[in-house]
């Protein structure tokens, strides 16, 4: 099985501030990674899909880069609005299979 | 507007069952996967199952295979999840969730992002 490595697990920074998230496969998985925002007590949000592709509607501070087995996540100005818990996922096709990063817990300095 | 809308939730005794319903509206549910996606309480995310829209595929994560059953009612845009022989490793929000696409091919199907979520049922297995 696909094992996902997210870093750091949790993250406090300044409103204004560049944020970052990394995601490491163990395993090359193309672009098959997304992202998701999980504010306390509310269920997952979509916001990166197929590593890289802004979901609708999603402001655009929000970005994701990288293929194979090194991906990240960027908050260019991080709102306070932003808190939250975020999770990368990766999918394998045959079987399907979805696996969740650990989680990185923003909150702000 | 897509809302999902998982019901069933409560407490149960280890061994025991329990049958969750997801209620789905505001799309054409029979042409798109769902899954369930759980997560036990300060935890983070763990995809349980996933069917294709026409239950023709099927799958569960290794944890609960042989446990659980994934099932749907697509004239009655539900989605359901019996879970039997339920251990307190178990505990968790159910969450209800769309699979933005659906890729078939040779009578196998897949998809990969889950764009809409529910709120969510808690299950607590617990003597």
């Known amino acids: 099985d696909i094992q996902m490595t997210q870093s750091p697990s949790s993250l406090s920074a300044s409103v204004g501030d560049r944020v970052t998230i990394t995601c490491q496969a163990s395993q090359d998985i193309s672009n098959y990674l997304n992202w998701y925002q999980q504010k306390p007590g509310k269920a997952p949000k979509l916001l990166i899909y197929d590593a890289s592709n802004l979901e609708t509607g999603v402001p655009s501070r929000f970005s994701g880069s990288g293929s194979g087995t090194d991906f990240t996540f960027t908050i260019s100005s991080l709102q306070p609005e932003d808190i939250a818990t975020y999770y990368c996922q990766q999918y394998d096709n045959l079987p399907l299979m979805y696996t969740f990063g650990q989680g990185t817990k923003l909150e702000i300095k | 507007e897509v809302q999902l809308v998982e019901s069933g939730g409560g407490l149960v005794q280890p061994g025991g069952s329990l049958r969750l319903s997801c209620a789905a509206s505001?799309?054409?549910?029979?042409?798109?996967?769902m899954n369930w996606v759980r997560q036990a309480p300060g935890k983070g995310l763990e995809w349980v199952s996933y069917i294709s829209s026409s239950s023709s595929t099927i799958y569960y994560a290794d944890s609960v295979k042989g446990r659980f059953t994934i099932s749907r009612d697509n004239a009655k845009n539900s989605l359901y999840l019996q879970m039997n022989s339920l251990r307190a490793e178990d505990t968790a929000v159910y969450y209800c969730?769309?699979?933005?696409?659906?890729?078939?091919?040779?009578?196998?199907?897949?998809?990969?992002?889950?764009?809409?979520w529910g709120q969510g049922t808690l299950v607590t297995v617990s003597s």
């Open positions: 505001g799309f054409t549910f029979s042409s798109y996967s």
């Open positions: 969730a769309r699979d933005a696409w659906e890729y078939c091919t040779g009578g196998v199907c897949w998809g990969g992002v889950l764009d809409y």
